[in-house]
């Protein structure tokens, strides 16, 4: 097998990983955020400490806890189930931060005016401030899943085999010059794949300054 | 039509509004002091004063987007403690009888105009999509924005973005407005358009409540002018005849400071 297709075959996994922790993270990072940002002290504690916590640790670290520290019952994570879980929760603690800062830069008087009409909590939330962060941290989500398809790499560690496994295998067949090859391989995936998302994140930053200034 | 016809369907229900011994302070500092004001139905209320006395705050303690430390609040047959826990109803209540206007127009900035008239109206008032849209775009006309329905606020101009304000206000059917600097952000040009319109709706008979800087309106537009200083109101009564012959020394330094500028 030559060090292109081995290092293709971890490919599959890589998307995998990435996506699955991503849509954890964008899902999970909501509750997180308001939690963040909530009136109520405790919450707002409780939220902050758990963001730091997780951030402050190496993802190595939780993928090795994760994988090899936790066993309830008979129940033990396999490796693809701790790589997910341990970058989902990194994830959510990065992104709960990126949704706070963006909710905090809208002007307060969007809150006041959606007070003063007596529209619902809710409803000044999601139909308001939301938007309106959202096109405020699109650019720095897409940074953060550009930087979340790299970590996944970390995974490799645990022996989930994705491109950087498969490369390290290769490597360790092929013994001589060609072991650096895969490398190089899989550096310019990495690029490669990013690309598309700096695009999109560009061409959709475009399309809500246009709707909103048009 | 006039304006508020156009808002209500038909004529407004006149509704005043009392306040009674309003207090507010942040911590030791003192913004509010103890201050009372009867408005009546349908009557202009210009309340005037150097920065710094409270006006705004004041304004914004009748629709409690500033929580007052005591007093009471008494509008259309509601009567509202802010000291005490407010139940939800009375606090909805108040805020569907009383539209606000900001020195800022705080206008939704990823909603046309004509959804920022609209879409309030559904979330609050559960009127159809239709029903709204088609209330929004009179109110438009009538404010000479109809043009502009399908514009975001970020491609109109202050004065337009502050009328289209006023119309999303309006849409709700308030019986009273409040109205905070309304053209203090506006050229005094394009703050002419403003005052045209709300001069419209005072002649229409809204209870208004306009914090301003606007002498000429405040002179000739208000029922009764308001002075506050020190967070206190220091006078209050008929408008030309505070302003010919103010009683207060405070005042009169106020007026020469605004009047002969």
Redesign the interface.
């Known amino acids: 097998m030559d060090a292109f297709s081995a290092v293709l075959q971890g490919l599959p996994m890589t998307l995998l990983l990435t996506v699955s922790a991503f849509v954890i993270g964008i899902v999970g990072a909501v509750p997180l955020a308001v939690g963040l940002s909530s009136p109520n002290a405790v919450l707002r504690l409780v939220c902050r400490l758990f963001v730091d916590l997780v951030r402050g640790v190496p993802i190595i670290v939780w993928l090795f806890l994760l994988k090899f520290g936790i066993q309830i019952g008979t129940f033990k994570f396999n490796p693809v189930g701790a790589a997910i879980v341990g970058l989902g929760v990194v994830s959510i603690a990065y992104l709960a931060e990126i949704y706070r800062g963006g909710l905090e830069s809208v002007?307060r008087?969007?809150n006041?005016?959606a007070?003063?009409?007596?529209?619902?909590r809710s409803?000044t939330f999601y139909?308001?401030l939301v938007?309106?962060a959202f096109?405020i941290v699109s650019p720095s989500i897409a940074t953060y899943l550009t930087g979340l398809l790299k970590d996944s790499s970390i995974a490799s560690t645990i022996i989930v085999a994705e491109m950087v496994f498969q490369s390290q295998s290769f490597a360790r067949q092929h013994p001589t010059v060609e072991g650096i090859l895969p490398y190089v391989l899989v550096g310019i995936l990495y690029i490669v794949l990013s690309l598309p998302v700096a695009y999109l994140s560009r061409s959709l930053d475009a399309r809500m300054r246009k709707?909103?200034?048009? | 039509m006039t304006l508020s016809e156009i808002a209500n369907g038909k004529l407004a229900p006149r509704t005043g509004i009392k306040l009674e011994n309003i207090s507010k302070s942040y911590g030791n500092h003192v913004v509010i002091d103890d201050v009372s004001l009867d408005v009546e139905p349908g009557t202009v209320t210009a309340l005037i004063g150097p920065s710094g006395a409270g006006k705004s705050t004041f304004l914004r303690c009748i629709n409690l987007l500033e929580r007052p430390d005591s007093g009471t609040i008494r509008v259309a047959g509601h009567t509202i403690e802010p000291g005490k826990v407010i139940n939800a109803k009375d606090l909805a209540a108040l805020r569907s009888t009383v539209g606000m206007v900001f020195q800022s127009f705080n206008l939704f900035p990823h909603m046309s105009a004509l959804k920022n008239i609209s879409f309030p109206q559904q979330k609050v008032l559960g009127r159809s999509k239709e029903e709204a849209d088609e209330r929004a775009l009179q109110l438009l006309e009538r404010v000479g924005l109809k043009d502009k329905a399908n514009q975001h606020p970020g491609r109109c101009s202050g004065g337009q973005q502050q009328r289209i304000a006023i119309a999303r206000a309006l849409a709700l059917d308030p019986s009273i407005m409040l109205f905070d600097e309304p053209t203090s952000a506006l050229d005094p040009e394009v703050g002419l358009e403003v005052l045209a319109v709300m001069r419209e709706l005072a002649d229409d008979g809204m209870t208004m409540i306009v914090v301003t800087h606007e002498m000429q309106f405040a002179r000739d537009v208000s029922d009764t002018l308001v002075v506050m200083a020190d967070c206190k109101i220091i006078e209050q009564g008929d408008p030309k005849a505070i302003m010919s012959d103010p009683q207060e020394a405070r005042t009169r330094r106020f007026l020469r400071a605004v009047l002969e500028r």
């Open positions: 002007p008087g969007q006041e005016a007070d003063a009409l007596g529209l619902a409803t139909r308001v938007p309106q096109r709707a909103v200034y048009a």
